[in-house]
């Protein structure tokens, strides 16, 4: 008990860091017109390379400072959030939902069932990831729904592993047997028994796919096989700072700051969510 | 009347080929408490979940029948087998630790099985399950039934799992080994309240257990398992006052007493063991030639 007291006190900083960062992130993606000082696509040569808001020559309302073209950093900061969660929520949830459903299947049947979809996780993950998204966008052509399902496609892997090993757990308890004694279908016991036991699982995997995909989708910005160039997105951001690194530093750090809390928040968040949802160590 | 449980010449195979279960036969009585005794190991447990369909799927019955309350459970399909076993028995576990599921309440767990398999109302499910808690004498079910499992001691726990084995009112109950993960002092009351029970409900109940002592204290008759074969059957008076094969007389001598708690353990005498081993194999040849 005491321990489990200990562990929640350690619980709630981690959690609240991680989920104001991203709460704050969302709300500032979901209301970007509102919320972004300037227009994140107006170039404006007169204001080029303007440092950010603490050093000398800096513009007010522009508080991050621009980038070569004059547009102000912080409203193209914002604006790529959308991106960023669009494709992190959509993608994970994608592969989540396909992971989960054949990693339970799997750990849950058993035999043939487990003997293919393993096999098929195997294959499917000797593919260098990086490698086979910039592949499947390349086929699949570039857009936001090709690149959210490159995502999709590359990490059900995670959590179909995953699950498939917590359920094999699960399933080995006395209550599962309990469950047959009394009479349920094996797909009830599937859901209504094992399933709600790695829950916290789920949800924390989740959470950390959001982050990859926000990691995957910055890299395929990157090399500029994302979305169109016109809109941008961190990735993007980054790419044109690497090349004005010497004249405008903030081009390049405050995209990749951003982009580090982003991720290490999807992580922790659900590290914290974990325990949260998990009834023996709340 | 028909017997509650009746197995004849069960004989459970190894994908090896080997036997783990040799020709069993034993009968339970309506409401009457059948002891299994034996080692660990002895094939008890095995029995137990071959009544209730629950083998491993290692584990394959190549002959015998098991009649349930008349029913052959290898004539009937698997659903209505399913169906069957469902509603007319019930488990008491070892471990209520995972016999209980982690993540769900346990009024839900309780009432789920009375409305989903039998078909009750949820109020009516509900008003049973308290009936029953109340019977194992669980003074605060309110708290109880809003609990988690690891809330609860393992001997709450345990008489959780004794009021959803009686709550659906099954015919027949396997108890496997209930008092071994708790402790000496819940041991006793967990026993006293499953006899209770037992005598109150007119369950019959097939006691799978390893020590002698509880098998006199509770049941009417019983049988000596050894590497999946029955040695002895009795009726408990007559077992524990004339034991009639080696085995048992040994298993007897095996137990530590408690009025001389320093005598050193005996083991079972290896003559015996010896003994028991040409007999068995003289069994399974007797039992390989006719199937091959």
């Given at each position: 008990m005491d321990e489990g007291r200990a562990r929640r006190r350690g619980v709630s900083p981690r959690l609240w860091l991680a989920g104001g960062w991203l709460l704050l992130a969302l709300l500032a993606a ?51 959030g959308?991106?960023?969660f669009?494709?992190a929520f959509?993608?994970a949830v994608?592969?989540c939902?396909?992971?989960s ?57 995670r959590f179909?592993?995953v699950i498939?090993a917590e359920t094999?757990g699960q399933?080995?308890m006395?209550y ?18 094992v399933l709600p036991n790695v829950v916290p699982s789920i949800v924390a995997l989740l959470s950390l796919e959001m982050g990859i995909a926000v990691i ?41 700051i951003t982009l580090i809390l982003t991720v290490l928040s999807f992580s922790q968040f659900g590290e914290a969510l974990k325990t949260r949802f998990d009834p023996v160590l709340r | ?94 471990d209520p630790l995972t016999?209980l599921n982690p993540s769900r309440r346990i009024g839900s767990q ?30 605060d079910?309110d708290r109880v039934l809003k609990s988690y499992p690891h809330e609860l001691s393992g001997g709450m726990r345990?008489?959780v ?132």
């Amino acid at each position: 008990m005491d321990e489990g007291r200990a562990r929640r006190r350690g619980v709630s900083p981690r959690l609240w860091l991680a989920g104001g960062w991203l709460l704050l992130a969302l709300l500032a993606a979901i209301f970007a017109p509102l919320v972004a000082p300037q227009d994140p696509l107006a170039q404006d040569l007169m204001l080029e390379r303007l440092p950010p808001f603490w050093m000398n020559g800096a513009e007010p309302g522009y508080w991050l400072g621009t980038d070569s073209l004059g547009r102000d950093l912080l409203s193209r900061l914002i604006f790529g959030g959308r991106i960023a969660f669009i494709v992190a929520f959509s993608a994970a949830v994608a592969a989540c939902l396909v992971g989960s459903t054949l990693g339970l299947i799997a750990g849950y049947f058993g035999g043939w069932a487990d003997r293919i979809i393993s096999r098929v996780v195997d294959v499917w993950m000797a593919f260098p990831p990086v490698l086979f998204a910039i592949l499947l966008v390349a086929v699949l052509g570039t857009g936001l729904s090709s690149v959210i399902l490159a995502i999709a496609i590359i990490d059900w892997t995670r959590f179909c592993r995953v699950i498939r090993a917590e359920t094999m757990g699960q399933s080995r308890m006395d209550y599962v047997e309990n469950a047959r004694i009394a009479g349920y279908g094996r797909i009830g016991i599937m859901l209504r028994e094992v399933l709600p036991n790695v829950v916290p699982s789920i949800v924390a995997l989740l959470s950390l796919e959001m982050g990859i995909a926000v990691i995957v989708e910055a890299i395929l910005s990157f090399v500029n096989l994302s979305i169109s160039t016109d809109d941008p997105t961190w990735g993007g951001i980054i790419a044109e700072g690497r090349l004005s690194i010497h004249q405008a530093w903030w081009v390049l750090v405050f995209p990749l700051i951003t982009l580090i809390l982003t991720v290490l928040s999807f992580s922790q968040f659900g590290e914290a969510l974990k325990t949260r949802f998990d009834p023996v160590l709340r | 009347m028909s017997a509650c449980l009746d197995i004849r010449d069960l004989s459970a195979v190894l994908p090896n080929g080997q036997r783990v279960l040799r020709s069993v036969s034993l009968s339970v009585q309506p409401g009457e408490v059948r002891a299994l005794v034996g080692e660990s190991g002895a094939g008890k447990t095995m029995i137990g979940k071959a009544v209730l369909g629950v083998l491993p799927s290692s584990v394959r019955i190549v002959e015998g029948d098991m009649l349930l309350e008349g029913e052959d459970l290898g004539k009937l399909q698997p659903k209505a087998r399913r169906t069957l076993i469902g509603a007319r028995t019930a488990l008491i576990p070892q471990d209520p630790l995972t016999a209980l599921n982690p993540s769900r309440r346990i009024g839900s767990q309780m009432t789920d099985r009375l409305v989903r398999i039998l078909g009750w109302s949820g109020e009516k499910a509900d008003t049973r399950i308290r009936q029953l808690l109340d019977e194992v004498q669980i003074r605060d079910p309110d708290r109880v039934l809003k609990s988690y499992p690891h809330e609860l001691s393992g001997g709450m726990r345990q008489r959780v799992l004794i009021a959803a084995a009686f709550a659906a009112e099954p015919r027949l109950i396997v108890a496997d080994e209930p008092t071994t993960a708790l402790d000496v002092t819940v041991q006793k009351q967990i026993l006293r309240l499953i006899v209770q029970l037992q005598r109150e409900h007119g369950t019959a109940i097939l006691f799978v257990t390893h020590d002698l002592g509880v098998v006199a204290k509770i049941s009417q008759r019983v049988s000596v398992l050894y590497a999946g074969k029955v040695v002895e059957e009795a009726d408990t008076a007559a077992l524990f006052a004339a034991p009639q094969h080696p085995y048992t007389r040994a298993l007897m001598a095996a137990t530590p007493r408690y009025t001389d708690p320093f005598a050193s353990l005996k083991p079972v005498d290896e003559a015996v063991l010896a003994g028991l081993a040409s007999e068995i194999a003289a069994a399974d040849q007797a039992w390989r030639r006719p199937h091959g």
